[in-house]
């Protein structure tokens, strides 16, 4: 986010150009090989190694990662394909960081609630093992047998 208010206020997108990609390529990552390939998430992982992790299923978590790769992916092409102003730029890695920030401080993750509501919605196929979000917040109701 730093990088983004630097780029609005001085017009210089010579950082961004730098620190957009590597977001990219992390978000990517994760998303298409998991959170142990990422050089990113290995630093977090060492900085919170003496905490307990909090088990979460890992469709839904890999839905919510696809979120932030296609966040990454238009910040790639709106900094590199179409110039986009700065405000748009800013916009975009806001809500990012906003929908990080949600799940890493409230516990309350926007990617597993999206995901929740299209299982319920029927326009995803209901999965073979139940969610374990956090307090039961992804709870689906009991498969009838």
Known sequence: LSTMWYSV?????????IVVPIFWLHFMIVTLRGPNYSPIARVWKSLVCNQL???VWAVQKRFARGIGAFMGTLMMI?????????YVLLSICGTCLLFMRLE????????CKIYNRLLHKGYI???????????????L?????
């Open 78 to 86: 709106a900094v590199f394909v179409f110039h986009a102003p700065s």
């Open 141 to 145: 109701p009991k498969k009838k047998q």
């Open 53 to 55: 992790p909090e088990r």
């Open 9 to 17: 206020l001085t017009h210089d997108r010579s950082i961004m150009q």
């Open 104 to 111: 890493s401080a409230v516990g309350f993750c926007v990617g």
């Open 125 to 139: 196929a209901e999965p073979d093992h139940r969610p374990a979000c956090p307090g039961g917040a992804c709870e």
